[in-house]
């Protein structure tokens, strides 16, 4: 194996090893729910849950709302897997009460 191949393959895989999903409807719950990974190597939890934190107040700002808070959840093993971070979260106007969270 040369070394532009090899080179290849490593960007590659340090590109596939983070991501951020679209934004989506709750399908249990009222809200939406956004979701940033990192490779093992290259990330942790706090800089998934950031990003995914900045989409969700983007996603809400853009409809002129603000973001609401609801849970977080954490997957992945430190040096072993990607560390995933799931913010789950509701867009309310500026003066609304927080709603209330149903499951």
């Known amino acids: 194996m040369n070394k532009t191949t090899l080179s290849c393959i490593c960007v590659a895989l340090l590109l596939s090893a983070c991501g951020t999903s679209e934004v989506i409807r709750n399908p249990t719950a ?58 789950a979260f509701d867009c309310v106007d500026g003066n609304a009460k927080p709603p209330s969270v149903s499951f």
Do not use: H, M
């Not at 709302?65 to 799931?86: A, H, L, N």
């Open 30 to 87: 009222n809200g939406y729910v956004v979701s940033a990974q990192y490779g093992a190597l290259n990330g942790s939890w706090t800089r998934a849950s950031q990003e995914a934190a900045d989409k969700a107040k983007a996603y809400c700002a853009a409809s002129g709302k603000q973001f609401y808070f609801i849970t977080e959840q954490r997957t992945g093993v430190v040096g072993w897997s990607p560390q995933e971070s799931s913010i």
